[in-house]
Nanobody, 123 residues
């Protein structure tokens, strides 16, 4: 089992940057593909980015491609989301999630979820 705790959210002006972190408990972190999802007020949760267990493969939603970067440090049991050129439409609660069944954009394979961290981008 994996427990996930996100941090790094906050309030930032449009065009600014934030780096989210997701710390995982347990000794099997490197076995999991990791993903970031977000949920804006009044909207369904949506996929943001995913990374394979060894970091070799990444995949992004079109809305964040070229602005966000997902990475991981298996020695620190942590996955990151570097967010640059933030826009007001990036405002959401951001969740990290862990999957034993490979990286992907669907929520189904992600068995473990964090509690989320709020990101607010002002115009």
């Amino acid at each position: 089992q994996v427990q996930l705790v996100e941090s790094g959210g906050g309030l930032v002006q449009a065009g600014g940057s934030l780096r989210l972190s997701c710390a995982a408990s347990g000794r099997t972190f490197s076995s999991y593909a990791m993903g970031w999802f977000r949920q804006a007020p009044g909207k369904e949760r949506e996929f943001v980015a995913t990374i394979s267990w060894n970091g070799d493969n990444t995949y992004y939603a079109d809305s964040v491609k070229g602005r966000f970067t997902i990475s991981r440090d298996n020695a620190k049991n942590t996955v990151y989301l570097q967010m640059n050129s933030l826009k007001p439409e990036d405002t959401a609660v951001y969740y990290c999630a862990a999957s034993l069944y490979g990286s992907g954009y669907r929520e189904g394979p992600y068995a473990y979820w964090g509690q989320g961290t709020q990101v607010t981008v002002s115009s």
